[in-house]
């Protein structure tokens, strides 16, 4: 290539320093027929990160089942999973991770997590309507984590609440294994009338190319290769890495670009997120098997005099590239002018393979698009994986070797008032949850969250799980209880799994350790996901979360969930409604404690295995849940998980201050029974004229089920004896995080 | 009536609003650009709730000079309806149409959830069929919601029944502790003394509709649509 003033060219530690390996710095060579130029080099050097080229996941992914009846979108295909939800409507829907921005600067690296999702669903011309999120933290009592749990929790409510769109769901979950490396997830469902869609490619020779949005400035060069590192003492130091957000542009952008959409004047679209232009130009180009042009020059941008490299490179925020149809531009500048945001034409497609980028006259960089991308010329790698040693040394655990606890009542405090099992209200009522006027869900909660969709009999289930401490025990179970518990949240609701997106939280990969973690996790999904016929749509991989002092976080393999209600009338709640209403359990207690939160915070216990699972018995259960929904024999059901049977009857009896009155399962342990964590159980409660009824369904379904006992009003009586009013424990589960964090 | 429902840029409650206003309550209902200076006939007009103008400088600060807001202001001058909520309230308030001002609450925090508040007047067409010993249960979301008013300003607000709105028990008893966000005499809503202005915080619009389990807000614009212009 012409160069028109001498610049020196890097080497393999320029390369290195980038992030690239020797063996990668030697495929660029090989590539381009010679040495690239420092530009080039860092546009390699992000598009082959982990974070955009998925270099040491892609082999397992692509084993993931991909493909169901409902799809409209493959994985990988777009911006985001869509599904055909009916009535005209497609749903698009993703979680990502925003985790190392997170864990050095909470507030802006939450809020871009949140801005960086929504871009995702509307570029492809839906129109966000929900969204979750999952957070994982270390030890609540220790400032610093209370300094990035504030910053987070606040950054996701200033952009989501600004941004309009309801946040109606989510987990957080504190353990001292985030300490440095908390884990911040968020996801963004949206809706489309099919056909509506926009596809993110780029065709049609002499085709202007756009940058609409923000202006583009120095923050978050190099983002997505300083998410593809462990963090260090000196990560602090990456702080222009970070990116900062603006939801009320993002809004503005949301409106412009549904509106754009409709003038039909749109070939493709994708928004800037890791890697900025380089990104959007060349996935765009490489799917639609085209050229482009760009002059950099015209990039509108924040400040004056920044760097090629630093105008590609830039993750500045709420921005998009369109390619437009010749001719129309003014229908496109039109609409932005409406909107008040920029809108420049930088550059025009072009025919071949090859991505020109100018600044000025002089060509800055000249890459072929294929040999960036994934599933194009970005390396793949097969990892190494090694069992670990403690896997085998939790098997050895029996629950004879912990004591039966003498006083229950202590047990029961520690287990209301524990961080991971109390209300996150401190958390949730900070974001915006019923914007949108779609949350069927805040007077009549229930384990997934409903939405509206008006004017529709339809209303959607969502929901976020993972118990990384299941994974970390056993990734394969660990995981495929993850789908399960997800799925299991949808039926108790009402709905029917549809589909799920995945967020796969995980340490350094070319530890045969950690890569053990996430092998086994993918295959526990894949069992679990076939099980339930959800697809996996789409999501991200997060490698590297783990401190160079501290080691890596508990795999977490975050499954988002979508569900469908037929019929919104089946949506069913949480909450018991009566008192006399009879109490069952549909499903089976075993005499197991592995990996509740009881053995593990109560009696410290850090390693056993995973709680009992049989996915078979799994899918039973929720099949006869989904039966006794259906013929509206019962009032409530809540899915026993965190705490066990006891904090699932509590959270049943919360709401309208009723309480309950069961006797235990004599052939287990009483701690088993009450605080247990095996799987595959869902509380429900029947009104006495309906017991019949369920008795006969839950026989032919051929689940095992047993009557625990009454609702009661205001207080709790186990074995006839008497533990305290509902009211104690409610105000205890409701303020302890407050109480903690607010001091 | 005939409503219009005022978008500003950053608006975010306009639809949910539109969406009662015409679905729910089968009242003609326009948006109104906020670059417009038409106000298409309408009989009254609602600024909705969100974050005009990213809520740069001060929530509403910006939003009362938008092209729109001139012919607003005419509006009310007339003793046209027009009611803020959220957003809505506090660019009224900005717009020195509504007495006092809306400051952080006193957590500092967003805050949203349901609250439960009463009227303190049946003067108004807002408020005359909705029972003063009944709690309403609305949703509330605001950062900046804590009512702020001088001694003088409150003294008149009371003599004159122009506070609409205060937060209260579920059994529409004040309380302390009913307060979500710090307002002087746990006010929620506020009138103009002629009492055809109107704004508070919590959002009926999100309390109008079955699906969602709680209707208690319609019975808001059922009261005003039943009572305007009967003066």
Known sequence: MQHTHQETLPTLDTAKKLGLLPEEFEKIKSILGRTPNFTELSIYSVMWSEHCSYKNSIIWLKTLPKD????????????????????????????????????????????????????????????????????????????????????????????????????????????????????????????????????????????????????????????????????????????????????????????????????????????????????????????????????????????????????????SQERMLIVVEKGKEEDVKKVFEKWDLNCEQIGIVTTGDRLK?????????????????????????????????????????????????DNYKTVMNHLIAHPNIASKRWVYNQYDSMVGT???????PSDAAIVNIKNTKKSLALTVDCNSRYVNADP????????????????????????????????????PEVYWQFVGSIKGMSAACTKFRTPVTGGNVSFYNQSSFEGPVFPTPTIGMLGLL??????????????????????????????????????????????????EEEYLVQQAVKAVIKKQLIESAHDCSDGGLFVCLMESSFQHRLGFEIACDKHIRKDAFLFGESQSRVVVSVKKENEIALVDELKKQEVKFSKLGFVKSKEVLIDGD?????????????????????? | MKFGVVVFPGSNCDEDMVYVLRDKLKQETVKLWHKDTDLQGCDALVLPGGFSYGDYLRSGAIARFSPIMEKVNEHAAKGGFLLGVCNGFQILCEAGLLPGALLHNSHRKFVCKNVYIKTGTNETALTRDVRPEKALKIPIAHGEGRYYADEKTITALKKNNQIIF??????????????????????????????????????????????LFNEDGLLLFHSLIANWGKN
């Open chain 1, 357 to 405: 980028y100018y600044m000025f006259d002089e060509l800055v960089a000249d890459v072929p698009a294929e040999t960036l991308v994934l599933g194009g010329g970005a390396p793949v790698y097969k990892r190494e994986y090694k069992e670990p040693a403690y896997y085998a040394e939790a098997k050895k655990f029996r629950i004879e070797m912990v004591q039966e606890p």
């Open chain 1, 476 to 511: 394969e179970i660990g995981c495929a209880i993850a789908v399960s518990e997800a799925a299991r949240n949808i039926v108790c609701s009402g709905g029917e799994p549809s589909a799920i997106t995945n967020c796969l939280n995980f340490g350094n990969p070319y530890n």
């Open chain 1, 566 to 615: 037929q019929d919104k009338k089946n949506q069913t709640s949480l909450s018991f409604k009566n008192e006399g209403d009879c109490i069952y359990l549909i499903g089976d207690c075993k005499n197991d404690i592995n990996s509740s939160e009881y053995v593990y915070s109560f009696h410290k216990v850090k390693n056993t295995p995973a709680p009992y699972f049989n996915l």
């Open chain 1, 438 to 444: 779609i949350n069927q869900s805040t007077n009549q």
């Open chain 1, 68 to 315: 169901g009846p409902h799809m409209l979108a493959k994985a990988g295909e777009e911006n985001a999973g869509l599904v055909d939800i009916g009535e005209g409507l497609g749903c698009a829907f993703k979680i990502e991770s925003h985790n190392h921005p997170s864990a050095i600067e909470p507030y802006q690296g939450a809020a871009t997590g949140v801005g960086g999702i929504n871009r995702d669903i509307f570029t492809m011309g839906a129109r966000p309507i929900a969204q979750l999120n999952s957070l994982r933290f270390g030890d609540i009592k220790s400032a610093k984590t209370q300094w990035i749990m504030k910053g987070v929790v606040k950054g996701i409510g200033n952009y989501g609440n600004a941004f309009g769109v309801p946040t109606v769901g989510g987990e957080v979950f504190f353990d001292d294994c985030y300490n440095v490396n908390p884990l911040v997830n968020a996801m963004s469902v949206g809706i489309v009338k099919k056909g509506e869609t926009v596809s993110a490619t780029s065709y049609g020779a002499g085709n202007p190319v756009f940058i609409v949005g923000s202006a583009t400035g120095k923050d978050g060069i190099h983002g997505a290769t300083f998410a593809s590192a462990d963090i260090t003492e000196n990560s602090a130091d990456d702080l222009p890495a970070v990116q900062v957000g603006d939801p009320f542009q993002e809004k503005l952008l949301l409106e412009a670009t549904l509106e754009v959409i409709k003038t039909g004047a749109v070939i493709g679209m994708q928004d800037m997120g890791a890697a900025g232009i380089t990104c959007s130009t060349s996935e765009m180009s490489a799917k639609g098997q085209h050229g482009m042009d760009i002059w950099l020059h015209k990039v509108p941008t924040r400040q004056q005099g920044m760097k090629p490299f630093e105008i590609l490179l830039s993750e």
């Open chain 2, 166 to 211: 205060s937060y209260c028990n579920e059994n529409a008893e004040s309380a302390e502790e009913a307060n979500p966000n710090g307002s002087l005499e746990n006010i929620a809503g506020v009138c103009n003394a002629a009492k055809n202005v109107f704004g508070m915080m919590p959002h009926p619009e999100r309390a109008a509709d079955a699906e």
């Open chain 1, 722 to 743: 008497f533990y305290g009013a509902i009211e104690e424990f409610k105000n205890s589960y409701d303020t302890s995080i407050e109480k903690t964090v607010e001091g």
